[in-house]
């Protein structure tokens, strides 16, 4: 079993910055892939993604504003968000995939305020 729990959102105003952070813990970890999604209404969107190699991808509405990054040492991935805008406003949760499954966090809330 893998637990995962995010921290780090809140309230800010458009154009300031949030840093999103995600742990995993469990008892045998072999993280394939951390990925982060946002549901600002029903749609749940992914948002970035970073694998065991470091890869990342991002959506094309954050790219060149968020950034992901991870600590293996840590099984922690963060998101770092800058140029914040109302429509960012969302639940973000947190996907670790373990051996190909995944597992999800109660996700975190950020909102932006114009």
């Known amino acids: 079993q893998v637990q995962v729990v995010e921290s780090g959102g809140g309230l800010v105003q458009a154009g300031g910055s949030l840093r999103l952070s995600c742990a995993a813990s469990g008892s045998s970890l072999n993280i394939n892939a951390m990925n982060w999604y946002r549901q600002p209404g029903k749609q749940r969107e992914l948002v970035a993604t970073i694998t065991s190699g470091g890869s990342t991808n991002y959506a094309s509405s954050v790219k060149g504003r968020f950034t992901v990054s991870r600590d293996n040492a840590k099984n922690t991935v963060y998101l770092t968000m800058n140029s914040l805008k109302p429509e960012d406003t969302a639940v973000y949760y947190c996907?670790?995939?373990?051996?190909?499954?995944?597992?999800w966090g109660q996700g975190t809330q950020v909102t932006v305020s114009s």
């Open positions: 996907e670790v995939v373990n051996k190909w499954l995944g597992y």
